[in-house]
């Protein structure tokens, strides 16, 4: 078994390669999945492009983007990708309509923000409109603060950060805090 497999209760992230194409290239058409995503729904030919991004950075950072599976079928994607409009190392996720409310994303996108973290990457963004809620809400639950606001195509987008150690961090401070208050 490989050790880039990242596995959850109820998941298996498997690194996207060539041999997921047909599946990612279904995903990435979807509007339900893909149509809040920067640049929207991909075709086929935008999707293959994508793919050798993601193969090509994988290899350059030893992370990137995943399938996710539940008991064996797609259900979407997360990982970290480069965000195309500079704004640095950026975590993302899609999942189709079906697999939405039950905590999936949650489950799935906090598992490879913890891998980022633990392969060096110091600084994970992600962006989320504002309006987009069940996105903040996954972002919110895996750790990740709001840290900026920006304008793109007539939309509020916040910028949503996680750094490593500072969960560890802000934990051991709560822990410390409570401990100063008990004497």
């Not at 598992?111 to 987009?132: D, E, M, P, Q, W």
Request: hydrophobic fraction near 45%.
């Amino acid at each position: 078994m490989r050790s880039d497999i990242l596995r959850t209760a109820r998941l298996v992230l498997e690194p996207v390669s060539w041999r997921n194409l047909d599946e990612v290239a279904a995903l990435k058409a979807d509007a339900g999945a893909f149509g809040l995503m920067l640049g929207g729904v991909r075709n086929r030919v935008q999707t293959e492009a994508e793919m050798a991004q993601d193969v090509a950075f994988r290899a350059r950072h030893r992370v990137g983007m995943f399938v996710i599976r539940e008991n064996g079928r797609m259900i979407g994607m997360t990982g970290i990708h480069d965000r195309p409009d500079g704004r640095g190392l950026a975590l993302r996720f899609a999942l189709y309509p079906f697999a939405t409310g039950r905590g999936l994303a949650a489950e799935a996108a906090g598992a490879v923000l913890r891998y980022a973290h633990s392969v060096g990457i110091h600084r994970v963004i992600a962006v989320a409109r504002n309006t987009n809620l069940a996105s903040r809400k996954v972002l919110g639950a895996i750790g990740m603060r709001v840290c900026g606001v920006f304008e793109r195509d007539g939309c509020r987008m916040l910028t949503f950060e996680s750094r490593a150690g500072h969960e560890a961090s802000s934990r051991h401070r709560r822990v410390t805090s409570s401990l100063g208050r008990q004497s």
